[in-house]
């Protein structure tokens, strides 16, 4: 209930919403700011929808009027005397008061078109909120925003302090209120065709540019047919031209293609995403003359006005670019980012390590010598001398995100690091690492995510039973902590305490977590190994806490499932984002966001934490990756040049790149600092899932649904690019297609889609994947 | 393509009829044509919707299926109540059917005693998750566990001897990529050294590491020794293990050099052994075999030509080795017989030759040989080729059995040709010449064997008939002219008895199998199971349906397949092939094969735990019925 009110809260203030769940409202705003916002509306609104039951201000008897109305002209006599009884209103109220209402109600209706049967479905929504609110009832954003929407619909003028709401609530019927214009329907397969013979007749270079205006005109000419009921015309429309579109744009077709009728454009997310986002287009200036001048000779306004309206043309200087550049960056929902987007400064280079002084060790040689494993040793200097550089320049300062303080455990493990460091292979073309398959027998379809620690030493699975299982991979077995009274009667003065506080009869290899109430989409380990956290289709993010093995926190925020979540390097912050859209910043001691990163326009699908934590990416449905700041909320790069959902992120060790999987099964790697695609590489069949660089940076192995790990030479992809060329004012890309050259090696599995990668400190490759029988 | 894939997708609507159907069985009587217009419309779009949202389930629950679940939770994203009871994880039950030129998809919804559900004993708990761990690689190696895939896949193989050029093994891809790298850098930094190979065939390596050398060693051993178990083993693991890719050339020429040696020595046995080995091999759904037919195919050719195979060619059953190889000739011709290598067309004209042109003087083996071979090939092969000599043939086998006695081995010889040439020729006479049939108008077409043609024609003619009524259950009938089946079954091997279906049952020194029923003759593949019964039915007047559990001990016959037929059918009938149109008294064989599912897709089926030699009780615990028809005549024969 109370994600309810303070969802209809922020709705009701914020001013750049889009429509769908209210409580994404809030975009890049510093979320302190949201929570305090979030508290004082979040009180008007449940007041709105429970005052009727009290009889209470005029405005409200008036809905509850419109619905008594309704109710009775449906025959729905028993919900009306209920409704009666409860709001305690004499029944000769009822006609009258009623008619008026409703009739304020469809004229209210503020620009929207809506014909009877809207007024009568939203009608029946409010029934259903104002009804629920009373059983304490649904907490999910589909109601709310039917809900706000009927405030607008319903009560329209009369009420000033909904109308208020109205007004700055773009609602669907005000969204949708655009395509009001009426054109001849007949004319618009001619409007398109007029077009298309004139890019079809265009000079080649200009050909391609101009090509993009297709795709973004194709949907919003087929949505303004659908908008003014023209559905005959609006489906020859589409059959006659859909054809015509580039291959990657198939997944909204067919969303499209379902679409005929007015009233589905409510609630449809896809067209909302076309609706209140701009489609970026990137055309140069000579194309874009071109283009104007032949709209404007042939007077051909209906076009133009949709180019005026709904596109977003970027327009640059300097030669046109190519096809297979502009191919390599569309593919988005809304087209290519904006160059704008790129512009601002990110501090991509690394924190620098605090100062650990590394005991000198004498076993460091014994335990190789043990191993037996020929290594390449290499200097120890190099790790510390790592350390001890100056600040490099493009690093965000040491402060810039407090981040929390080293314990001594922590300093602990960055010494065992240190050790494993300098035991790690080189690797290279030449010296491939070793892959170790964890496979997970008889899961039954049922593994959804995977993690390993930093140090390998434990291994996490999420189920779609909504367990959570952690294994040790080690010899050493998972143990609990005592309970209380245990705990009091150890002495704790002793040396071994740490042993001590450990219940031996609670060792084994794997221990099981319940508390998620729906399948287990994400999942993460803390750097410091004693916390897990795993998102789920219930929405929630969990924090489990390893010493215990209990559930320590249920993060609550996302109202929709959870699809991924990451812990930051340095611990004690967190990402998730979900359906709802919304990346979310956590810190483990706040039961509420720090942050909210709003702005992509489809379900979140995967985030990642930069190695410095002062970033963090995002991957989405909506086929971009967006770049966020930690410090201040704002998105610093959006990528584009994906054709399907992201499934997998990975930044180098470097900081420097990112790379990306996707379901079109390409790997995208990006230079962050430049916010450019800097290569591509092809070979996977099927979904990426996993991406992970080597320590060192030099191998980048991808894991996939087409049952293959390939590995694929980071080095030679980045160190080609000449940057010199990264002529950042046009941000044209030539990519040439090398994947073969860089691919490594592919390796097969029997029949185990590979859903995790891992590289462990020295550098050997560890897989993960349910096996398929 | 495309285009037409997505003009389906926006008209794709469901039909009106069901939306009536849907609004009758919630009570609501007459529902106008436009609203059912406008439901459909809307239900499509909700529909379409919800699967979308679906489909978002399944990538994150790194699915490639869709299950209801997915269905469940995209419900609940709208805010809508889930279904319940669709709770199947695997196989959603639904049913077809069609009719009257509608189609109907329908969901089988049987009611359920409740006290059954009580009564019945719980499935077994499945197995709870466990990790395992395995090398996926070692240094850029991938080794060839059982954990990884086979080295090479079929296509690789065939891609590997045809197009030696662009082959990159797995375990090898660095050598490939190096060289592309020399190719694509433009620095040459040390690799330019490189270059020269860049268009060389890479050297394929046969090198085995130990573990192979001691596998093959043992394989090849138990392939020729003496103990039978141990033979089929090593014929199982010949027919089944993905990884013998590297070994196979090594096997080819074991078999050929194998088959050199002993016909020169003419070692029965061995050759026996030899020919089982071929047919593993060649059962093995793994290898790509064309780059090893020059050495195997002149192997099994010899096998049925030669003109002596055994030591006493009076007494040893040479014949069934003749037989089985030209079973195996015939399969190979049909799987490898491309235009350009034309295999079948070389062994027609081989034997023709053999035929034709050595007639006067040619052994009575080696023209049993020739036309066991061609008669394997088919009826069009026997129609063209075999029919038009029957006359000569007859001719021959007469001034043989009528003629003065020239010696026992001519005799036995012109004997089996004269067998054989009727088994084969029935049944392609019966269907090309019209009925009725006349004993002097077959002696006059068919000369000395016409008579006994006739006979046969109308034997085959009535059994066809009987095949008809019998053929009108659910089960799926096939003609097998193979012998995929190892049928452990001896004492058919008398001078009447008709093609027997396996060589196993040659001399009775080599029945290799106990004539015992019930016991495997080779260990089946864990993951799939078929029963075999073979039963025969004589006249059609002695019937007798009886389910397994009260006669699996009698059974004549109860025996494993290896997994050679991809039946995934749940009840497949195999015939041998000469069904109809036997000349000999011997009853046609029946073969009903059960394929059970493999118990690791279904989690429900407690069937895992049945090893292979105690198959005859699985279809105990599962209550499988399975007709079996007997005759008398057949569990007389199956003691000897």
């Known amino acids: ?773 | 393509m495309a285009e037409e894939r997505r003009q389906k997708q926006c008209s794709v609507v469901l039909p009106t009829e069901s939306m009536k159907a849907m609004a009758e069985s919630v009570g609501v009587g007459q529902l106008q044509e436009e609203s059912c217009v406008a439901l459909s419309e809307e239900v499509s779009y909700r529909i379409k919707e919800i699967a979308q949202d679906a489909l978002k389930f399944m990538h994150h629950g790194k699915r490639r299926k869709l299950t209801t679940s997915d269905i469940d939770n995209a419900l609940k994203l709208k805010n809508v109540e889930p279904l319940y009871g669709f709770q199947s994880q695997e196989f959603i039950p639904f049913r077809f059917a069609s009719g009257g030129g509608r189609e109907l998809h329908f969901y089988e919804e049987k009611e359920v005693d409740l006290s059954d559900i009580i009564n019945t004993p719980l499935p077994r708990v499945p197995l709870d998750v466990s990790l395992k761990a395995h090398w996926l690689s070692i240094e850029g190696v991938q080794p060839s566990i059982p954990e990884n895939p086979p080295p090479a896949p079929k296509e690789q193989q065939k891609a590997e001897s045809t197009e030696p050029l662009k082959v990159v093994k797995p375990g090898q891809e660095e050598e490939g990529t190096i060289q592309g790298k020399s190719q694509g850098a433009t620095a040459p930094d040390g690799k330019g050294k490189e270059k020269g190979l860049i268009r060389l065939k890479p050297r394929s390596t046969h090198e085995l590491s130990v573990e192979q050398q001691l596998y093959y060693k043992e394989i090849t051993e138990a392939c020729v020794g003496s103990c039978e178990a141990k033979r089929a083993e090593a014929l199982q693991s010949i027919a089944t293990d993905p990884g013998l890719y590297q070994m196979l050339p090594r096997f080819s020429t074991f078999i050929s050099e194998g088959v050199r040696v002993n016909v020169v020595q003419n070692n029965l046995a061995l050759l026996i052994y030899l020919m089982r080995m071929v047919k593993a091999l060649m059962d093995n759904p793994t290898l790509y075999l064309e780059k090893y037919l020059h050495e195997l195919i002149p192997a099994v050719v010899t096998c049925i030509v030669s003109k002596q195979l055994c030591l006493r060619p009076d007494v040893d059953n040479h014949w069934a080795l003749r037989d089985f190889a030209a079973r195996l000739m015939a399969q190979s011709c049909k799987t490898f017989s491309t235009t350009t290598n034309n295999i079948q067309s070389h062994f027609i004209t081989r034997l023709m030759f053999l035929q034709s042109w050595l007639d006067d003087k040619t052994q009575w083996t080696t023209r049993y040989g020739c036309i066991a071979g061609l008669a394997e090939l088919g009826p069009d092969v026997i129609k063209t080729l075999i029919l038009p000599r029957l006359a000569v043939e007859g001719a021959r086998i007469k001034a043989v059995m009528e003629g003065p006695v020239v010696s026992n081995i001519d005799k036995i010889g012109a004997d089996h040709v004269q067998s054989l040439l009727l088994k084969h020729c029935a049944s392609v006479i019966a269907k090309i010449r019209p009925q009725p049939d006349n004993v002097e108008q077959y002696r006059t077409d068919y000369g000395y064997l016409g008579p006994m043609l006739c006979s046969h024609v109308m034997k085959a003619r009535t059994q066809a008939a009987l095949q008809a009524q019998q053929v009108n259950r659910t089960t799926l009938t096939i003609t097998q002219p193979r012998p995929t089946l190892s049928v452990s079954q001896s004492g058919l091997s008398g001078s009447t008895g008709p093609r027997t279906p396996s060589i196993i049952k040659v001399p009775s020194s080599l029945a290799l199998m106990s004539p015992r029923p019930g016991t495997p003759s080779q260990p089946s593949p864990p993951a799939t199971k078929y029963i075999v019964m073979a039963t025969s039915a004589g006249a059609a007047s002695t019937q007798q349906v009886i389910t397994l559990s009260s006669s699996q001990s009698a059974s004549p016959v109860t025996s494993t397949v290896p997994s050679a037929t991809s039946t995934l059918q749940p009840l497949v009938k195999l015939e041998s092939g000469s069904g109809p149109g036997l000349t000999a008294s011997r009853p046609l064989q029946k073969y009903i094969v059960v394929s059970l599912p493999s118990s690791a897709s279904s989690s429900l089926e407690t069937k895992s735990s049945v090893l292979p030699t105690s198959i005859s009780s699985t279809p105990l615990d599962t209550g499988m019925k399975l007709d079996r028809s007997e005759s008398p005549g057949a569990s007389t024969q199956s003691p000897h």
């Not at chain 1, 005929?260 to 986002?277: P, V």
């Not at chain 1, 039973?465 to 902590?481: A, H, I, Y």
């Open chain 1, 1 to 773: 209930m109370a994600a309810v009110q303070s969802g209809m809260g922020e709705g009701v203030e914020e001013k750049d919403i889009k429509t769908e769940p209210a409580s994404d409202g809030f975009g890049n705003n510093n979320a302190n700011d949201g929570r305090l916002v979030s508290t004082s509306p979040g009180s008007n609104a449940p007041a709105a929808s429970n005052k009727p039951v009290a009889g209470g201000p005029p405005e409200d008897q008036q809905t509850l009027l419109a619905v008594l109305q309704f109710l009775r002209k449906n025959k729905l006599t028993e919900s009306v005397e209920i409704l009666r009884r409860e709001a305690g209103l004499p029944e000769d109220d009822l006609d009258p008061n009623g008619a008026d209402s409703s009739g304020a109600g469809t004229g209210g209706a503020a620009g929207s078109v809506d014909s009877d049967a809207g007024d009568a479905s939203s009608l029946l929504t409010r029934v259903t909120v104002s009804s629920s609110a009373a059983a304490q009832a649904p907490t999910k954003g589909t109601i709310q925003s039917d809900c706000c929407q009927v405030y607008d619909g319903a009560s329209g003028g009369p009420v000033p302090g909904n109308s208020a709401a109205g007004e700055d609530q773009p609602d669907v019927s005000v969204v949708l209120s655009a395509y009001s214009q009426q054109g001849d329907p007949a004319l618009y397969e001619v409007y398109y065709s007029s077009l298309k013979r004139f890019i079809e007749t265009v000079l080649d270079c200009h050909r391609a540019e101009l090509s993009q205006v297709f795709y973004p005109l194709f949907v919003h000419m087929y949505l303004e047919l659908v908008y003014n009921n023209h559905e005959n015309e609006a489906k020859a429309f589409f059959e006659k031209f859909s054809g015509d579109q580039e291959c990657y744009y198939e997944d909204d077709l067919r969303v499209l293609s379902s679409l005929t009728k007015k009233e589905h454009m409510r609630g449809n997310e896809t067209l909302l995403d076309f609706r209140t986002s701009k489609f970026v287009l990137r055309i140069s200036r000579d194309s874009y003359q071109l283009l104007k001048r032949h709209l404007q000779e042939r007077q051909n306004n209906q076009i133009w006005n949709i180019i005026q309206e709904h596109l977003y043309i970027d327009i640059f200087d300097g030669m046109p670019r190519s096809k297979s550049q502009i191919d390599a960056m569309s593919g988005s929902l809304a087209g290519e980012a904006k160059r704008e987007a790129n512009k601002a400064k990110v501090y991509y280079g690394l924190l620098k390590e605090p100062e650990i002084e590394l005991p000198l060790d004498d076993e460091d040689e014994e335990a190789e010598n043990e191993e037996g494993k020929p290594k390449k040793k290499k200097p120890k200097k190099d790790s510390m001398g790592s350390k001890s550089k100056k600040q490099d320049p493009n690093a965000p300062s040491q402060s810039r995100i407090p981040l929390p303080e080293l314990k001594d455990s922590d300093k602990l493990d960055k010494i065992m690091y240190m050790k494993e460091a300098t035991k790690r292979i080189r690797l290279g073309p030449d010296n491939l690492p070793s892959i170790c398959f964890y496979s997970f027998l008889n899961a039954y379809q049922g593994l959804t995510a995977v993690d390993f620690t930093d140090d390998s030493s434990l291994i996490a699975g999420g189920f779609a039973d909504s367990t959570v299982r952690v294994w040790s991979v080690t010899p050493k077995k998972l143990r609990k902590v005592k309970s209380a009274a245990d705990l009091n009667l150890i002495d704790k003065e002793s040396d071994d305490v740490l042993e001590r506080i450990m219940d031996e009869k609670t060792a084994s290899e794997s221990k099981i977590l319940y508390g998620h109430s729906g399948p287990v989409y994400g999942i993460s380990f803390s750097p410091d190994r004693n916390y897990l956290l795993s998102s789920s289709e219930d929405g929630t993010v969990r924090l489990w806490s390893l010493q215990t093995f209990t559930c320590l926190v249920g993060y609550k925020g996302h109202n929709y499932p959870v699809w991924d979540t990451h812990f930051s390097p340095h611990g004690y912050y967190f990402v998730s984002g979900g359906h709802d859209r919304v990346a979310r910043l956590w810190a483990t001691d706040h039961y509420q966001p720090l942050r909210m990163f709003s702005g992509h326009l489809a379900d979140i699908t995967c985030t990642r934490f930069h190695p410095n934590s002062n970033y963090l990416a995002t991957g989405s449905s909506d086929r971009t990756i967006r770049l966020w700041d930690v410090l201040n909320g704002n998105c610093v790069r959006i990528f584009t040049g994906h054709k399907g959902p992201i499934h997998a992120l990975a930044f180098s060790p470097n900081g420097k790149f990112l790379a990306s999987g996707a379901t079109d099964g390409r790997v995208l790697l990006w230079d962050i600092g430049h916010g450019l695609m800097v290569g591509e590489l092809k070979g996977h069949t099927d979904t990426i899932y996993s991406l992970r660089f080597s320590r060192d940076g030099e191998i980048l192995a991808s894991g996939s649904m087409d049952n293959t790990v390939r590995l694929w030479d980071a080095m030679k992809a980045f160190d080609d690019l000449e940057t010199d060329d990264f002529t950042a004012a046009t941000g044209h890309i030539h990519l040439q297609d090398n994947s073969q050259e860089l691919l490594l090696g592919t390796y097969l599995t029997k029949s185990t889609p590979v859903i995790h990668l891992h590289f462990t400190r020295r550098n050997l490759l560890l897989a993960a994947g349910a096996y398929n029988p």
